[in-house]
Nanobody, 120 residues
Framework: QVQPVQSGGGLVQAGGSLKLSCAPSGRYDMGWFRQAPGKQREFVAL????????WYADSVKGRFAISRDNAKNTVYLQMNSLKPEDTAVYYC?????????????????WGQGTQVTVSS
């Protein structure tokens, strides 16, 4: 597994949409986290290695969708109905150790981070 490279992100108005990509994703369960200025890194979503199961933070449930294309070795985060409070740097990472999906300590191979800014 090598460190993934992220793409996507940018500036969008509230209510808009953005899609983030992360590759390579390998065979691990893959997660997305975000970190706003002055705040701790926060879990957003996780998808299993086969792509059959997804978990979401309550704050994004129903608005964000995590998916993966294993043929393309890529994980995606589709973000809809964006709110100003979604503004943060978003990171993808591979869940390499057993433990809570919401704890960054159980992840390795972090992407470089992508800025998402939602204006009101």
């Amino acid at each position: 597994q090598v460190q993934p490279v992220q793409s996507g992100g940018g500036l969008v108005q509230a209510g808009g949409s953005l899609k983030l990509s992360c590759a390579p994703s390998g065979r691990y369960d893959m997660g997305w986290f975000r970190q706003a200025p002055g705040k701790q890194r926060e879990f957003v979503a996780l998808i299993s290695g086969a792509g059959s199961t997804q978990w979401y933070a309550d704050s994004v449930k129903g608005r964000f969708a995590i998916s993966r294309d294993n043929a393309k070795n890529t994980v995606y985060l589709q973000m809809n109905s964006l709110k100003p409070e979604d503004t943060a740097v978003y990171y993808c990472a591979a869940k390499t150790r057993s433990g809570s999906a919401e704890v960054p300590d159980f992840y390795d191979y972090w992407g470089q981070g992508t800025q998402v800014t939602v204006s009101s």
